[in-house]
């Protein structure tokens, strides 16, 4: 098997639309990085993270020391939550004003980076706030130079163009992507992600197989996004229940986090539709929901909606998890069943009903889907028509798990 043949510890620099370096140790790259914003005349930078991994994955340690000895100055924001906010987004554009920051550091998961890229619009951009980002009321062309240091294996954000940002009192959990956003350089180092509760672990590699399969799957698709997609899918089912089993695995580690990078690199191509669609307001209705949980409670729903138009893809990109299939029609509901069986396997096993959303639900559920900015735009991307009782219906067929074969038969009884 070739994966055999890769030193993991050896960091190389993977180059996209920017430069990720790559490996156990990675972070020791980041004395470069910050000497090159030196070498930018960058003096004063905003530091934007969550409430500990930053410190408690050791990162911390690397980037104050490197910029203790180029001389940067930071401000430091540390309470950007899971599914942040609109106004998380402001007051770390509050603190990058207090220093005259002139770059923007992101360590942590999607939200973070996400909140950083948003801060590194704002700050480029001092007459709009993240509401005015995220209502695209304006279209930035501009950022402060970004870098993004991740803690997790899901979210992809340090190798794209996108972010994701919630607005409460609207319950809208819209997306933007402007090229101005892509990180600098960005570190994916697998020793920073042992750390990861097991939950954790599922749920973002979960939300990297949802970036693949709808990269692969949109009205935008190209080829690369299926090869990426396919080798996302092979990843993520071997390594991801080794990581399960032994979080301190670096090689499981190693792999889930390049399944993630290329996911990411996936919908940077050919973007998103349905899951990501429909799962934004899961997550701003409840926040405390985990992303990644929530796509993996709609994916089968969204397997069964689309595989009759783009069969022969899914069969493809899932045959290394999910053998056996050809992409006919006739297959539809048993695929679905085998995504969702996939999914407990790995560890994602809850449905919406699980977490407290109820059949009555769904209308609200799916007029925030027509009412969030961007969201309709994504449902625009799937292969099937997404109007309104399409989504109804994929909202309704997740609320429960669905029947085996038998089962079906002893209903009809």
Same mark, same amino acid.
């Given at each position: 098997?070739?994966?055999?043949?890769?030193?993991?510890?050896?960091?190389?620099?993977?180059?996209?639309?920017?430069?990720?370096?790559?490996?156990?140790?990675?972070?020791?790259?980041?004395?470069?990085?910050?000497?090159?914003?030196?070498?930018?005349?960058?003096?004063?930078?905003?530091?934007?993270?969550?409430?500990?991994?930053?410190?408690?994955?050791?990162?911390?340690?690397?980037?104050?020391?490197?910029?203790?000895?180029?001389?940067?100055?930071?401000?430091?924001?540390?309470?950007?939550?899971?599914?942040?906010?609109?106004?998380?987004?402001?007051?770390?554009?509050?603190?990058?004003?207090?220093?005259?920051?002139?770059?923007?550091?992101?360590?942590?998961?999607?939200?973070?980076?996400?909140?950083?890229?948003?801060?590194?619009?704002?700050?480029?951009?001092?007459?709009?706030?993240?509401?005015?980002?995220?209502?695209?009321?304006?279209?930035?062309?501009?950022?402060?130079?970004?870098?993004?240091?991740?803690?997790?294996?899901?979210?992809?954000?340090?190798?794209?163009?996108?972010?994701?940002?919630?607005?409460?009192?609207?319950?809208?959990?819209?997306?933007?992507?402007?090229?101005?956003?892509?990180?600098?350089?960005?570190?994916?180092?697998?020793?920073?992600?042992?750390?990861?509760?097991?939950?954790?672990?599922?749920?973002?590699?979960?939300?990297?197989?949802?970036?693949?399969?709808?990269?692969?799957?949109?009205?935008?698709?190209?080829?690369?996004?299926?090869?990426?997609?396919?080798?996302?899918?092979?990843?993520?089912?071997?390594?991801?229940?080794?990581?399960?089993?032994?979080?301190?695995?670096?090689?499981?580690?190693?792999?889930?986090?390049?399944?993630?990078?290329?996911?990411?690199?996936?919908?940077?191509?050919?973007?998103?539709?349905?899951?990501?669609?429909?799962?934004?307001?899961?997550?701003?209705?409840?926040?405390?929901?985990?992303? $990644? %949980?929530?796509?993996?409670?709609?994916?089968? !729903?969204? #397997?069964? +909606? *689309? /595989?009759?138009?783009?069969? &022969?893809?899914?069969?493809?990109?899932?045959?290394?998890?999910?053998?056996?299939?050809?992409?006919?029609?006739?297959?539809?509901?048993?695929?679905?069943?085998?995504?969702?069986?996939?999914?407990?396997?790995?560890?994602?096993?809850?449905?919406?009903?699980?977490?407290?959303?109820?059949?009555?639900?769904?209308?609200?559920?799916?007029?925030?889907?027509?009412?969030?900015?961007?969201?309709?735009?994504?449902? $625009? %991307?799937?292969?099937?028509?997404?109007?309104? !009782?399409? #989504?109804? +219906? *994929? /909202?309704?067929?997740?609320? &429960?798990?669905?029947?085996?074969?038998?089962?079906?038969?002893?209903?009809?009884?």
């Amino acid at each position: 098997m070739w994966k055999n043949s890769i030193d993991i510890n050896t960091v190389r620099e993977i180059r996209l639309r920017n430069t990720v370096f790559f490996g156990v140790g990675a972070i020791a790259k980041i004395d470069f990085i910050i000497e090159e914003l030196k070498n930018r005349g960058v003096e004063n930078v905003l530091v934007v993270c969550g409430k500990g991994s930053y410190k408690s994955t050791g990162a911390w340690d690397h980037v104050t020391a490197a910029m203790a000895k180029h001389g940067i100055n930071y401000e430091l924001y540390n309470k950007v939550t899971p599914n942040p906010t609109a106004d998380h987004v402001d007051e770390a554009v509050a603190l990058g004003h207090k220093n005259c920051a002139t770059a923007v550091i992101a360590i942590g998961g999607g939200s973070p980076i996400d909140v950083g890229k948003s801060a590194a619009i704002l700050l480029k951009n001092p007459n709009n706030n993240a509401r005015d980002l995220y209502n695209f009321k304006f279209t930035p062309t501009e950022a402060l130079p970004i870098i993004a240091i991740n803690l997790t294996h899901g979210t992809g954000s340090e190798a794209n163009r996108f972010a994701v940002v919630t607005i409460p009192e609207k319950k809208h959990k819209p997306a933007i992507a402007y090229d101005c956003i892509y990180p600098l350089y960005s570190i994916d180092d697998p020793g920073l992600t042992i750390g990861l509760p097991l939950e954790q672990t599922c749920y973002v590699s979960i939300d990297a197989v949802n970036h693949a399969i709808e990269a692969a799957t949109s009205k935008a698709v190209n080829v690369y996004a299926i090869t990426l997609a396919t080798q996302t899918i092979d990843l993520v089912d071997t390594y991801l229940p080794l990581a399960m089993d032994d979080p301190e695995d670096l090689t499981a580690r190693y792999f889930l986090m390049y399944a993630a990078m290329l996911a990411g690199v996936a919908f940077d191509n050919s973007l998103l539709h349905y899951t990501h669609a429909l799962e934004h307001p899961l997550s701003a209705v409840k926040p405390e929901l985990s992303h $990644g %949980l929530g796509l993996a409670m709609l994916l089968p !729903a969204v #397997i069964e +909606n *689309i /595989y009759p138009s783009c069969g &022969n893809v899914l069969a493809h990109i899932f045959a290394p998890a999910i053998p056996g299939f050809t992409g006919d029609e006739k297959e539809t509901t048993k695929f679905a069943r085998s995504v969702e069986k996939w999914l407990a396997r790995m560890g994602a096993d809850r449905k919406l009903g699980d977490d407290g959303f109820y059949e009555t639900d769904v209308n609200m559920l799916t007029d925030l889907v027509f009412n969030t900015p961007s969201l309709s735009s994504l449902v $625009g %991307l799937a292969p099937t028509i997404g109007d309104y !009782a399409s #989504i109804a +219906n *994929i /909202y309704s067929r997740s609320m &429960n798990r669905m029947p085996d074969d038998d089962e079906d038969k002893e209903s009809s009884k």
